[in-house]
């Protein structure tokens, strides 16, 4: 299934998560299993966060950029319309593009 998946975009170019295991980079089309990183602070739900749209209105774009990504072995998240609605929370995920 194709989402979406707002991530930060270093100075380097390269790509990282918003908040959880910050340090660990993402590559462009390579398989990804998601890691459970309990993070305090933040509620514990794992799995790579996505979006059926590239959209979350919760959330700056200040030095962040959209990615599509193809995600396997998922589930959904009912989130508030103000958080984007629906959440997919997915075990696995290939980062296909920078939008």
């Known amino acids: 299934m194709l989402a979406y998946k707002l ?5 380097d170019g390269s790509l990282a ?3 959880i ?3 660990a980079r993402l590559p462009l089309n390579e398989w990804l299993q998601c890691e459970d990183h309990k993070t305090k602070g933040y509620k514990h739900r794992p799995g790579w ?3 059926l749209e ?3 209105p919760h959330l700056s774009t200040k030095n962040r950029v959209w990615v599509k ?3 396997m072995n998922y589930s959904y998240e009912t989130r508030p319309k103000s958080q984007g609605g629906i959440w997919v929370l997915a075990e696995e995920m290939k980062i296909l593009e920078i939008l």
Do not use: D
Not at 7 to 11: G, H
């Open 7 to 11: 991530v930060r975009k270093m100075k």
């Open 17 to 19: 998560s918003l908040f």
């Open 21 to 23: 295991n910050k340090k």
């Open 49 to 51: 966060h996505c979006t």
């Open 54 to 56: 590239p959209i979350a």
């Open 69 to 71: 990504v193809k995600i």
